[in-house]
């Protein structure tokens, strides 16, 4: 080929904050090049896969600087145009290493160099005998009775990944000698067979005028950008406005992106989902295999996936007829990434919808901040859902002082009475405490001393089923508790505070005959556990649930009728000024789960201070006057919304260098600012010492988000030729999320 070579622009995996430029493979035909193609490069001394993102005629650089890229991996860009931009804006609004964002963007077998190329997956089906079969025919052999069962139940058939999550391998090898299984190569994602009459039935059920204005005016503005902020109280059918809108942009061949907050929610939405259309629903979350979250992205950029539902990440997801983009529980913090890329999905989404000129609806009952100060600023429209689908009545709400009352694991006397009168009935209990393990601490009751960590600054917290173990909740750190206190000898060790093991074990002594379930971080970490466990809910098994925040979430609970939020104090007087709103975002969350059928629910919140000010306004006024009322202090105080902040993060194995890089950063930053913005410290983290290292950080605040977006601009690549930076880790944090 005639001429100079063409030059490709190339976002590598690199902590560096830019790209690269090189030539194209030699031999390549140059005019088949396109942004967004894979490329394999040498980097350093590595071979690294990149992507391009320009194709130039000139380089920026001297020409025999430059290397030739070794191969190109794609006929036809991975990426799309549109996700380049959005992928470009992140890595600019976030400042993050472009080559970081743009990688990121890919599932893991595109990183590595695999084809773009979804394989199909094995899934095991009965056969005409099998179908036949009796599983009563098998009382001899009890599991293969049960996976027979299972089977019926699943005309689609069962997955490996299915298969294995059940311990079911051995069993299925038993069902295919008998000649009643076989497996079958199927594409790696499908349409789900609708369940006979429960997609008509739910389609056919009418909305109330709140609901069907909701679903009109989101409809109205299809093919154009509108944000609208949900506003429904629990259960009053946030979801099925989302099917109704989902199903007219499937009617108009187009495709809906739904992100949810937690993995534990999409069990859930992906049935109600599968049931209401047939269709194939790309799910993306992180407990995927490399294969399955290939298989749903690849469906999802080609078109063929018309409903794309995930967690976070999936708010990068290439969509070929983007539709309307929904993010169900706005408010949840989980949408914010906490290391590496600090992004927002929530405000990623928003800024993606402008520019693909799509709606996007932002679903809560509890509404962030940020966003109901966006509809005040006529930038969002508010639609509300003030009450409960159905029959069914929002719950009577009860405060309870239990100061100088004595307590059994954290439960008053009158909480357990309450209780047994719900169980009586038939009804299940929720009780809600937002700590793991047995309790958060452990005291020598002799000279005082208390079980730290060696490694954090904070105590460690004892887990009693777990062999007696002390685990630290911030660094994974843990040990075995020993029976003598290291500092006196002594054997008086008493756990302190009440963990969601310690009320398990006092509601097993209290209602030994009733079926009970612990959802928490550590007893969902298997896959497929926390499903399971729903399950043993929803058919009855487990009349008593006991749960952190995973169980406030969005989990509809027909016959839960009693919740109990047993310590209702926990981020009143946090350090954060965001802690208020988080709690009583989860107060709310968490009441709602009470009462959600045609059965009265009742609340039960224990505190020992039932006079605080954020606590009467909740529980007197509602969750919308406690929001304007702490906007109101936010205004005063200058805090966002009504500001905008970047916190500058270092940390080093001691407690010097941290400081002393965040002071050179401090006299750099003021040496540019213009009197335009604050900048704050440098102070200790929250949590000084946490895995071994000292953390310190720097607050800076703006009034305009454009002029803080100047400031680090210029600021962070001054930062990069600091000494002292290269003695430190340290990271910026655009619109955090968390203080500490």
Request: charged share 20%.
């Amino acid at each position: 080929m005639p001429g100079s070579p063409l030059v490709i622009d190339v976002a590598v995996p690199s902590p560096l904050r830019q790209s690269f430029d090189y030539y194209a493979p030699p031999g390549y035909d140059n005019t088949a090049l396109s942004p967004g193609m894979r490329v394999t490069v040498p980097f350093g001394r590595a071979k690294v896969v990149g992507i391009i993102l320009n194709v130039m005629t000139m380089s920026r650089i001297a020409p025999e600087r430059i290397k030739p890229a070794l191969d190109v991996l794609d006929q036809q860009p991975l990426l799309p145009a549109d996700i380049l931009k959005l992928l470009h804006w992140a890595s600019s609004y976030y400042h993050y290493p472009v080559g970081e964002v743009v990688l990121s963007a890919l599932p893991a077998l595109l990183r590595q160099g695999g084809a773009a190329q979804a394989h199909g997956v094995t899934r095991w089906r009965l056969t005409a005998t099998g179908l036949a079969a009796r599983p009563e025919s098998l009382l001899r052999a009890p599991r293969q009775a049960a996976l027979l069962g299972l089977l019926q139940a699943q005309v689609e058939g069962l997955s490996s990944n299915q298969l294995s999550a059940g311990n079911w391998r051995p069993v299925l090898h038993k069902l295919i000698e008998k000649g009643w299984v076989e497996g079958r190569q199927t594409p790696c994602l499908t349409a789900s067979t609708n369940r006979v009459g429960e997609a008509d039935s739910e389609a056919s059920l009418e909305l109330n005028a709140h609901q069907q204005q909701a679903v009109e005016a989101v409809a109205a503005a299809l093919g154009s950008f509108q944000a609208f902020v949900l506003d429904g109280v629990t259960g009053s059918g946030k979801t099925e406005v989302y099917l109704r809108l989902i199903e007219r942009v499937i009617a108009d061949g187009r495709q809906a992106l739904v992100l949810v907050p937690e993995i534990g929610l999409t069990p859930q939405l992906v049935q109600r989902f599968q049931q209401r259309f047939q269709v194939p629903v790309a799910v993306l979350h992180s407990s995927l295999n490399d294969q399955e979250r290939l298989c749903a992205w690849l469906m999802a950029r080609d078109g063929s996936a018309p409903i794309v539902l995930g967690t976070r990440s999936a708010v990068f997801t290439p969509l070929k007829r983007p539709g309307i983009f929904i993010i169900d529980e706005e408010h949840d913090l989980s949408f914010k990434q906490q290391d590496g890329f600090r992004y927002h999905a929530r405000d990623v989404a928003v800024w993606r919808a402008q520019q693909a000129q799509v709606p996007i609806v932002l679903g809560s009952a509890t509404p962030a901040l940020e966003s109901l100060h966006n509809v005040q600023q006529c930038r969002y429209q508010r639609l509300v859902l003030p009450q409960r689908a159905g029959s069914a009545q929002a719950p009577s709400v009860s405060m309870r002082d239990v100061r100088h009352q004595v307590l059994e694991g954290g439960l008053s006397t009158s909480l357990l009475v309450t209780m047994q009168q719900h169980l009586d009935k038939g009804e299940q209990v929720l009780l809600f405490l937002n700590r793991r393990g047995y309790a958060p601490s452990l005291i020598c009751h002799d000279c005082g001393w208390l079980a730290v960590c060696s490694r954090c600054d904070a105590r460690m917290v004892f887990y009693q089923q777990q062999r007696h173990l002390l685990r630290c909740h911030h660094c994974g750190a843990q040990r075995p508790l020993t029976p003598q206190c290291p500092d006196c000898a002594g054997s008086n060790l008493r756990p302190l505070g009440q963990g969601t093991e310690r009320v398990e074990q006092v509601l097993a002594q209290r209602f030994p005959h009733t079926g009970r379930v612990r959802i928490d971080r550590d007893s969902t970490r298997r896959k497929g556990a926390m499903q399971a466990m729903l399950d043993g809910v929803h058919d009855g098994r487990s009349q008593i649930l006991i749960g952190t925040q995973m169980l406030a979430k969005g989990h509809h609970l027909p016959n839960v009728t009693l919740v109990g939020i047993l310590d209702a104090d926990q981020g009143l007087f946090g350090m954060d000024f965001r802690s208020p709103e988080r709690m009583a975002q989860l107060i709310v969350q968490v009441t709602g789960r009470a009462g959600r059928s045609d059965k009265p629910g009742q609340v039960f919140i224990q505190t020992r201070h039932p006079d605080h000010p954020l606590l009467r306004t909740l529980l007197s006024k509602g969750y919308a006057a406690f929001a304007q009322a702490a906007l109101d202090e936010r205004r005063l105080a200058e805090l966002p919304p009504y500001s905008c902040m970047a916190l500058l993060r270092a940390t080093a194995v001691a407690p010097a260098p941290p400081q002393a890089f965040l002071n050179q950063a401090r006299a750099l930053g003021l040496a540019a600012n213009r009197q335009t913005l604050q900048l704050l410290g440098p102070v200790a983290a929250p949590m000084e010492r946490r895995a071994g290292r000292y953390r310190a950080q720097l607050l800076v605040q703006a009034a305009h988000r454009t002029e803080l977006q100047r400031f680090l601009s210029n600021w962070i690549p001054q930062l990069e030729g600091l000494k002292m930076g290269r003695k430190v880790r340290w990271s910026i944090d655009v619109d955090p999320m968390e203080m500490g």
